[in-house]
């Protein structure tokens, strides 16, 4: 017997596990929703699927959030390995959005336009109002008031690259193959094709948001097409199947799909609490779904750049045992 999970709402609020009579008695009275069990590839529309008593056919399945318009179909490569870049190629008249900064190259026919909010309004005719929503949605995850347009207005092709604000990764993720919705960590997103929109959502869980290492307010990606995620050092995909849980570092979660479950849990054991070095709390993510760990967070790479800063205007002996009379010899004289 199939075990059932369901997405409702623009929250996409998870319900589930369902037999399968409850769950064909739960997609019929929530038409809109997606649904999930083993075997499927992924999220999909609970009324195109012939288990759940829908028809499958182009007229009766909903669009995937965030739908109202197709992203731009662009190509694209990845370049490096510790210090990523990633480099789209455009046809005439398609267009990438990264955020404000995160230019490195482009070719000459590429015209950048800067645009008030996350640039999926541009062109489309959005109001002050949406462009003023969108901007503040921004803020709030950590980004910028301000998105850059880059769009191919020549002949051929033409190529534009965005590089990383310190070392890691660059995830590339189609969203129309992750149910057309990621929740990500604040100021993760570097770029992505024209059409994909921003948001923002909220934890409702209070202790999750104090303690999991997020805050209450994350990236929301939505759309169909491709987007770019930065994250510190390597990273690594999960499956989750459903029920599966596993426990993280709480500064190690990158991005996840809607349906999986983001909580925390204490740390057994007053010893490892307080000496272990991993904080009172840990990151729990129950499936089902994917998941995107990162090996280093930037906040763990600036603690320990910190620490190793020189200290009350000082400079740090690193293991002489000289001391200042040995810096005279190796050339650190900031004295």
Not at 82 to 111: H, I, N, T, Y
Not at 311 to 316: I, T
Request: charged share 20%.
């Amino acid at each position: 017997m199939s075990q059932w999970y369901f997405l409702t709402g623009a929250e996409q609020i998870r319900s589930g596990p369902f037999d399968d009579a409850a769950a064909q008695d739960f997609a019929a009275r929530n038409p809109g929703a997606l649904a999930w069990r083993e075997g499927l590839p992924g999220w999909q529309p609970a009324a195109s699927l012939a288990e759940l008593g829908g028809r499958p056919g182009p007229s009766q399945m909903p669009p995937p959030p965030g739908a109202g318009r197709r992203a731009d179909d662009i190509e694209f490569r990845i370049v490096g390995h510790d210090m990523q870049f990633v480099e789209v190629e455009l046809d005439p008249g398609e267009s990438a959005v990264a955020e404000a900064g995160s230019l490195m190259f482009k070719d000459a026919s590429v015209q950048m336009d800067t645009v008030f909010g996350d640039g999926r309004t541009s062109g489309t005719g959005g109001g002050f109002m949406d462009k003023l929503l969108a901007a503040g949605k921004r803020v709030v995850t950590g980004e910028s008031l301000f998105t850059t347009v880059y769009t191919h207005v020549g002949q051929g092709k033409a190529k534009v690259a965005f590089a990383a604000p310190y070392p890691g990764t660059v995830i590339a993720l189609k969203l129309s193959e992750h149910g057309g919705r990621l929740l990500c960590q604040k100021d993760s997103f570097l770029a992505g094709a024209r059409g994909v929109q921003l948001g923002i959502a909220f934890q409702r869980k209070i202790m999750t948001g104090l303690f999991g290492g997020e805050g209450f307010i994350m990236q929301k990606l939505e759309g169909d097409g491709w987007v770019f995620v930065h994250a510190g050092g390597t990273v690594v995909e999960r499956e989750l199947a459903a029920g599966e849980r596993i426990d993280v570092d709480t500064g190690c979660v990158v991005a996840y799909h809607g349906g999986v479950d983001m909580d925390i849990r204490r740390v057994a054991g007053i010893k490892s609490m307080f000496f272990g070095g991993e904080g009172v709390f840990l990151a729990t993510l129950t499936g089902p779904g994917k998941v995107w760990l990162q090996s280093l967070p930037f906040s763990r790479m600036a603690g320990r750049m910190l620490q190793a800063a020189p200290q009350n205007g000082g400079a740090r002996g690193e293991g002489s045992v000289l001391g200042g009379l040995g810096r005279i010899l190796d050339g650190d004289n900031s004295f």
